[in-house]
């Protein structure tokens, strides 16, 4: 218990110093409409139930002018209490995020020590470790409004951990004096009774992380992995026809009994239970159906027409080519691997063509969705049928690969339209499927296991040893001093190996850690986190738009005002800006024909929003500013009727009054 103590209080530590330089940072992004912009944040604009019937950025669910279906009411209240504790500061909403990651990084690390049972407690340590340094988790802890995947993460984690925690209490058997193994007492049906309370309060930490961020509901199908490769430790092989197979498919069932090893080669292996096959199906049953019926009762909530996004918000979303449109998602996919395994290319935001459409089957990316794909599977594979390696090993790999694609499917696009096209905050969560992967590869490695007994194994040789120099010496050494070592794990492992391993697992911690906290100072302000944006993706059109506005520099405003509109010509926000920008530097002919574009542009292609009415009022002012009341009339009057802007009706006004 003391070990596991210092363990969490060191992740804990790890996670808060890491985040600390992002404390004093800007409201910055989605900052703005989601909290500064929100009335649902703040008690004195707005009552609960108004906060409870909108969407997360305050909108009405399903009103006509709204482009989204986010419902994350638990979140906003958190917005909510900080402001009226603290007012609407930075500094306290920050350090919110900071706790929150905090406390989802330890609980992550009790999840991890019961997805690894097989490995010593430094494997826990390790995947906690790196699931609190990831530079993923950057923008969802330095960006206030992303503290909804940090909620629906430790809701997340309370959820599997009380289903874990149930399962393991309901299936435990007392030990047999005649056998070694245990049995169930009960029936599947009195299991299944007992289950069903556990089931609840998972449901109701469930529900919770769905209320915080939509992808917590997936804690459910994750539970239901875990159940089926950890707890009962199924081998799927034996359900592949074309495969060696059991006596029947129940002995794919092992009884549950902490790290796969045997004291000896020569003792039978007992035999699987029946009755626990029957429990687990059961409860797999109960779980399949507590997942679909939350989900249709949270898609009942999107009332009105689908999400409507605009092309620069997901090109993919509006290619009418079926094969390119399933390219590029499928390549989206495989930046979003990318970022998990190799965290280096950050950016803000990756839409508005940032990442360019695939184009047909010869483009060269579609070689790196593919390579993906191949790894994931060649990975999966070799878990299920590489019986040489062991089942500690194979059934961590399956789950945190499950986990991660569980988790990041919803929100990948794949299945339903979402409104940006890579994002890193939604790797929150699939960042914990990679932690238990990564943990276990170097677990194994390193040969980190521990016996039945909770004793510590190394198995070290030495180089001497395995040249085989002496035929009379012990194939290796065991601190817990077990004879038959070098054949529990099927692992031998040379100390310089192990070395090896442990200062990789030292290194990626490092080097993630100072990539998090470089990555918190991009998130200090605008101005930073547009320029670093835009180092990465310098053709994305948003970036260079918010750069513009984000600079004091009047020539930079003017050129990356221009580049956005080159990249995407219907973008209204940039023609306003742009006219603006040459208004203000006494262009103001310039600045018409710049906006005429930009209404010209719009009506090929309209969206949801004010841009029509700021365009037809910019036109008219100049006009009339540049004594020209008659050509401004018919955008004034334009304005006027698709617009309750008082400056419409007063600039119409003073037109006529120069006639």
Same mark, same amino acid.
């Given at each position: 218990?003391? +070990?596991?103590?210092?363990?969490?209080?060191?992740? /804990?530590?790890?996670?808060?110093?890491?985040?600390?330089?992002?404390?004093?940072?800007?409201?910055?992004?989605?900052?703005?409409?989601?909290?500064?912009?929100?009335?649902?944040?703040?008690?004195?604009?707005?009552?609960?139930?108004?906060?409870?019937?909108?969407?997360?950025?305050?909108?009405?669910?399903?009103?006509?002018?709204?482009?989204?279906?986010?419902?994350?009411?638990?979140?906003?209240?958190?917005?909510?209490?900080?402001?009226?504790?603290?007012?609407?500061?930075?500094?306290?909403?920050?350090?919110?995020?900071?706790?929150?990651?905090?406390?989802?990084?330890?609980?992550?690390?009790?999840?991890?020590?019961?997805?690894?049972?097989?490995?010593?407690?430094?494997?826990?340590?390790?995947?906690?470790?790196?699931?609190?340094?990831?530079?993923? %988790?950057?923008?969802?802890?330095?960006?206030?409004?992303?503290?909804?995947?940090?909620?629906?993460?430790?809701?997340?984690?309370?959820?599997?951990?009380?289903?874990?925690?149930? !399962?393991?209490?309901?299936?435990?058997?007392?030990?047999?004096?005649?056998?070694?193994?245990?049995?169930?007492?009960?029936?599947?049906?009195?299991?299944?009774?007992?289950?069903?309370?556990?089931?609840?309060?998972?449901?109701?930490?469930?529900?919770?992380?769905?209320?915080?961020?939509?992808?917590?509901?997936?804690?459910?199908?994750?539970?239901?992995?875990?159940?089926?490769?950890?707890?009962?430790?199924?081998?799927?092989?034996?359900?592949?026809?074309?495969?060696?197979?059991?006596?029947?498919?129940?002995?794919?069932?092992?009884?549950?009994?902490?790290?796969?090893?045997?004291?000896?080669?020569?003792?039978?292996?007992?035999?699987?239970?029946?009755?626990?096959?029957?429990?687990?199906?059961? +409860?797999?049953? !109960?779980?399949?159906? !507590?997942?679909?019926? !939350?989900?249709?009762?949270?898609?009942?909530?999107?009332?009105?027409?689908?999400? &409507?996004?605009?092309?620069?918000?997901?090109?993919?979303?509006?290619?009418?080519?079926?094969?390119?449109?399933?390219?590029?998602?499928?390549?989206?996919?495989?930046?979003?691997?990318?970022?998990?395994?190799?965290?280096?290319?950050?950016?803000?935001?990756?839409?508005?063509?940032?990442?360019?459409?695939? #184009?047909?089957?010869?483009?060269?990316?579609?070689?790196?969705?593919?390579?993906?794909?191949?790894?994931?599977?060649?990975?999966?594979?070799?878990?299920?049928?590489? &019986?040489?390696?062991?089942?500690?090993?194979?059934?961590?790999?399956?789950?945190?690969?499950?986990?991660?694609?569980?988790?990041?499917?919803?929100?990948?696009?794949?299945?339903?339209?979402?409104?940006?096209?890579?994002?890193?905050?939604?790797?929150?969560?699939?960042?914990?499927?990679?932690?238990?992967?990564?943990?276990?590869?170097?677990? %194994?490695?390193?040969s980190f296991y521990s016996s039945q007994k909770g004793e510590v194994k190394l198995n070290v040789k030495s180089k001497k040893q395995l040249g085989?120099?002496?035929?009379?010496? +012990?194939?290796?050494?065991?601190?817990?001093?077990?004879?038959?070592?070098?054949?529990?794990?099927?692992?031998?492992?040379? $100390?310089?190996? $192990?070395?090896?391993?442990?200062?990789?697992?030292?290194?990626?911690?490092?080097?993630?850690?100072?990539?998090?906290?470089?990555?918190?100072?991009?998130?200090?302000?605008?101005?930073?986190?547009?320029?670093?944006?835009?180092?990465?993706?310098?053709?994305?059109?948003?970036?260079?738009?918010?750069?513009?506005?984000?600079?004091?520099?009047?020539?930079?405003?003017?050129?990356?005002?221009?580049?956005?509109?080159?990249?995407?010509?219907?973008?209204?926000? /940039?023609?306003?800006?742009?006219?603006?920008?040459?208004?203000?530097?006494? +262009?103001?002919?310039?600045?018409?024909?710049?906006? &005429? &574009?930009?209404?010209?542009?719009?009506?090929? $292609?309209?969206?949801?929003?004010?841009?029509?009415?700021?365009?037809?009022?910019?036109?008219?002012?100049?006009?009339?500013?540049?004594?020209?009341? $008659?050509?401004?009339?018919?955008?004034? #009057?334009?304005?006027?009727?698709?617009?309750?802007?008082?400056?419409?009706?007063?600039?119409?006004? #003073?037109?006529?009054?120069?006639?």
């Amino acid at each position: 218990m003391a +070990r596991l103590a210092g363990s969490l209080a060191l992740v /804990a530590f790890v996670a808060t110093v890491t985040y600390l330089n992002g404390l004093n940072g800007d409201f910055v992004f989605d900052d703005m409409p989601a909290i500064v912009d929100n009335n649902d944040v703040f008690a004195d604009k707005s009552d609960l139930a108004q906060l409870w019937s909108n969407n997360f950025w305050g909108q009405e669910m399903g009103a006509s002018w709204s482009q989204h279906h986010s419902y994350r009411p638990l979140t906003t209240m958190t917005f909510r209490w900080t402001i009226s504790m603290f007012g609407l500061d930075k500094f306290w909403l920050h350090l919110g995020n900071v706790a929150l990651h905090t406390i989802a990084s330890v609980l992550m690390t009790l999840v991890f020590r019961a997805c690894l049972p097989s490995f010593t407690p430094l494997v826990h340590t390790f995947a906690g470790l790196v699931f609190a340094v990831h530079p993923v %988790h950057a923008e969802s802890v330095s960006n206030i409004v992303c503290r909804a995947e940090m909620l629906a993460g430790i809701f997340w984690a309370l959820a599997f951990l009380t289903y874990a925690w149930g !399962v393991t209490s309901i299936d435990q058997r007392p030990a047999s004096k005649s056998s070694s193994h245990t049995q169930s007492s009960t029936s599947p049906a009195l299991s299944t009774m007992q289950f069903l309370p556990v089931c609840g309060l998972t449901l109701l930490f469930a529900v919770a992380a769905l209320l915080s961020k939509e992808q917590g509901i997936m804690v459910l199908p994750a539970c239901i992995l875990w159940d089926i490769l950890v707890n009962c430790k199924v081998e799927l092989s034996s359900f592949v026809p074309f495969t060696p197979s059991q006596n029947s498919r129940h002995q794919a069932l092992k009884p549950s009994s902490g790290a796969e090893k045997a004291t000896s080669t020569a003792k039978a292996k007992p035999k699987p239970s029946v009755r626990s096959t029957n429990a687990l199906w059961l +409860r797999i049953a !109960v779980m399949v159906v !507590v997942t679909a019926m !939350v989900y249709q009762m949270r898609v009942a909530l999107n009332k009105g027409d689908d999400a &409507k996004m605009d092309e620069k918000t997901n090109p993919a979303n509006h290619i009418e080519d079926t094969l390119n449109r399933v390219l590029t998602k499928n390549h989206y996919a495989f930046i979003h691997f990318g970022l998990l395994v190799w965290p280096f290319s950050l950016c803000c935001d990756w839409s508005s063509f940032g990442v360019p459409n695939v #184009e047909g089957l010869s483009d060269f990316r579609n070689l790196e969705t593919a390579a993906m794909y191949l790894f994931l599977a060649w990975v999966c594979f070799a878990s299920v049928f590489a &019986k040489d390696l062991p089942q500690a090993l194979r059934s961590s790999l399956l789950l945190g690969i499950g986990w991660a694609i569980v988790t990041f499917i919803p929100a990948s696009g794949l299945l339903v339209e979402v409104g940006f096209v890579v994002a890193e905050r939604i790797l929150y969560m699939p960042v914990a499927g990679y932690c238990i992967a990564l943990a276990a590869f170097l677990g %194994h490695m390193g040969s980190f296991y521990s016996s039945q007994k909770g004793e510590v194994k190394l198995n070290v040789k030495s180089k001497k040893q395995l040249g085989g120099s002496n035929g009379d010496e +012990r194939a290796g050494k065991s601190v817990s001093g077990s004879d038959s070592e070098s054949q529990d794990n099927g692992v031998g492992v040379c $100390r310089d190996t $192990r070395w090896l391993c442990v200062s990789a697992g030292v290194l990626i911690l490092l080097v993630f850690t100072g990539r998090t906290v470089l990555r918190n100072a991009d998130w200090q302000s605008e101005l930073s986190l547009y320029e670093t944006g835009l180092k990465v993706l310098p053709n994305n059109a948003k970036l260079n738009h918010n750069f513009a506005h984000s600079t004091s520099d009047i020539a930079l405003k003017e050129v990356h005002y221009r580049a956005a509109i080159r990249i995407y010509p219907p973008y209204a926000s /940039a023609y306003i800006n742009l006219g603006v920008v040459l208004a203000q530097s006494n +262009r103001l002919s310039e600045a018409v024909s710049v906006w &005429k &574009k930009g209404l010209e542009q719009w009506n090929k $292609r309209p969206i949801i929003g004010n841009d029509p009415a700021i365009l037809n009022l910019n036109i008219g002012t100049g006009l009339k500013n540049m004594g020209r009341p $008659r050509e401004a009339l018919p955008y004034l #009057e334009r304005c006027t009727q698709i617009s309750q802007m008082p400056s419409c009706k007063q600039r119409l006004q #003073e037109a006529r009054s120069m006639l």
